[in-house]
């Protein structure tokens, strides 16, 4: 009896301890001061038809060609990709989508240094070229009508 006691105390136990030990679901975090930035590039015909380019040279082979998560890589990936045209992606900042641009997490690389002409980008800041800004108005347009 007192063994089945311990043995039962020690189930509980690592129960307990696994459940605690457990990873925590692996939120993508953005920095506040990412959060409150503003996109400086109005959304107009050109800014969105230079931020598809962009969309179509980086994105599309994973987000797929209307922005659902469905390319060609993405059933290679550990997780889905996006859905851009979601409400839980459109309602983010823009700062908030430049971040996860720039830095990337886990199967999503960071592209800070693979937009052109934006290699010596200052952090925090949208940087020298329209680029980052012209994808983000694109990515916009993406958004469930």
């Known amino acids: 009896m007192k063994t089945f006691i311990l043995m039962l105390v ?6 307990g301890l696994i459940a605690f030990i457990q990873p925590k679901q692996d939120q993508w975090k953005v920095p506040e001061k990412y959060e409150k930035m503003k996109n400086p590039i109005a959304s ?5 038809k230079a931020g598809n380019t962009l969309y179509t040279a980086h994105c599309l082979t994973c987000h797929g060609t209307k922005g659902t ?3 060609k890589k993405a059933q290679s990936l550990s997780k889905s990709p996006s859905d851009f045209t979601s409400a839980e992606f459109q ?16 199967d999503m ?8 002409d934006n290699e010596d980008v200052i952090e925090n800041s949208f940087g020298k070229t329209r680029s980052p800004g012209d994808l983000i108005n694109y ?6 009508k």
């Open 10 to 15: 020690a189930l509980v136990f690592c129960t």
């Open 44 to 48: 107009d015909e050109a800014s969105i």
């Open 69 to 71: 998560g469905d390319g």
């Open 91 to 106: 309602k983010q900042t823009d700062g908030a989508l430049l971040y996860k641009i720039y830095f990337g997490h886990r």
């Open 109 to 116: 690389p960071g592209f800070k240094n693979r937009i052109p």
């Open 139 to 144: 990515l916009r347009t993406l958004a469930k």
